[in-house]
């Protein structure tokens, strides 16, 4: 047997940006089966529909700015596409996933000057981008299969999402309409609607879109980003401090703010295991580019995230506060570098 013998040092090289891209899309492949699992293959699709078009996109700039389409191998295309794919509602058009995918290429990415130039995480400029704009067919989620009158199979949502109607000519909102009689299907939705009218938190919690400990279906669907979170840090792509101090301090400001007002506020529960909480704070905050980088920084760059969903959910118009909390916080980056960069031994402070 032969061996290769080398000199010290003996350390091993750090992985290369297509690899750590490509395992960081491996640790999403279970959220992503939770999702399709619990609202049908419409997720699949969008995922799909986002790749192509993240490519295309890619290699069009690539092309007019004369640079080189090996660049598509680093696969950071792949994963902004991924994060696209799996925020819309499973049968959103396919034109929304088009254009968000390709403004989170072209705009949010590439105008910048391409991977690690980007000051704000294209997946989620992508995301408000089409919430602000097209508010309608972003808040269209279906209910969970198991509390969906019409099963929808892996025809209906591929007419659906390309014509607008199911085979049997059924719209994504008449076929919300005849699961829960509401056009509000997530749990967030339902209690921000809820609070809205005046209802009480027990009141609220009688929608059948509810149950176990955080609504049918994106319990589990946030429990499987957690798994893929957890091994994100057991393979050392991620560090620990943004996504603990996110979950941690959105657990604190929730608790507290469920034990002055328990029957007018979401419960901690609700808060961590419901919308985007966990593939946020483990595969959207840590994005190496537009997070913080000191080890302080990063703690303080968490909290702010946990508190800015906290507050949005609680105070502001939206049922989910995760991307416009990642953004408003990537914009404090540079500051909260600067305040919390480390001093090199031996300098004085």
């Not at 899309?25 to 699709?45: R, T, V």
């Not at 067919?137 to 198991?146: A, K, N, Q, R, V």
């Not at 905050?285 to 303080?300: E, M, Q």
């Amino acid at each position: 047997m032969a061996f290769t013998i080398s000199s010290s040092p003996h350390d091993r090289a750090p992985l290369d940006t297509a690899t750590l891209m490509r395992r960081v899309c491996y640790c999403l492949i279970p959220g992503i089966l939770a999702q399709c699992w619990f609202f049908g293959w419409g997720s699949l699709i969008q995922v799909v529909l986002a790749v192509l078009t993240a490519y295309g996109a890619e290699a069009l700039v690539l092309a007019l700015r004369g640079r080189r389409l090996g660049q598509l191998r680093d696969n950071s295309a792949l994963l902004t596409a991924l994060l696209i794919g799996i925020a819309l509602p499973s049968l959103a058009p396919w034109w929304l996933v088009v254009i968000g995918t390709a403004f989170a290429i072209i705009v949010a990415k590439q105008l910048y000057g391409g991977i690690g130039q980007n000051l704000f995480n294209p997946a989620m400029v992508a995301y408000v981008l089409l919430l602000v704009s097209f508010p309608l067919h972003m808040t269209s989620w279906l209910p969970p299969l198991e509390l969906q009158l019409y099963p929808v199979t892996f025809a209906d949502s591929l007419s659906a999402i390309f014509t607008g109607f199911t085979l049997d000519g059924f719209s994504p909102h008449q076929l919300r309409e005849l699961a829960d009689g509401t056009t509000m299907a997530t749990p967030l939705d339902t209690l921000k609607t809820g609070f809205g009218q005046g209802h009480t938190g027990s009141e609220i919690l009688a929608a059948p879109v509810f149950g176990g400990l955080a609504g049918i279906g994106w319990q589990w669907v946030n429990l499987a980003y957690l798994a893929g979170g957890l091994m994100l840090l057991r393979l050392k792509l991620i560090s620990w401090p943004i996504p603990a101090a996110i979950i941690g301090s959105l657990l604190l400001f929730s608790l507290f703010g469920f034990m002055i007002a328990p029957d007018g506020t979401a419960s901690p529960m609700m808060h961590l295991l419901s919308g985007a909480t966990m593939i946020g704070a483990f595969f959207i905050a840590t994005d190496p580019v537009s997070a913080s980088t000191t080890f302080r920084g990063r703690l303080i760059y968490g909290v702010l995230i946990g508190l800015l969903v906290y507050l949005i959910r609680t105070f502001g118009g939206y049922p989910d506060a995760v991307a416009f909390a990642v953004l408003l916080a990537n914009m404090t980056v540079p500051m909260i570098d600067a305040l919390t960069k480390p001093t090199t031994y031996g300098a004085a402070r």
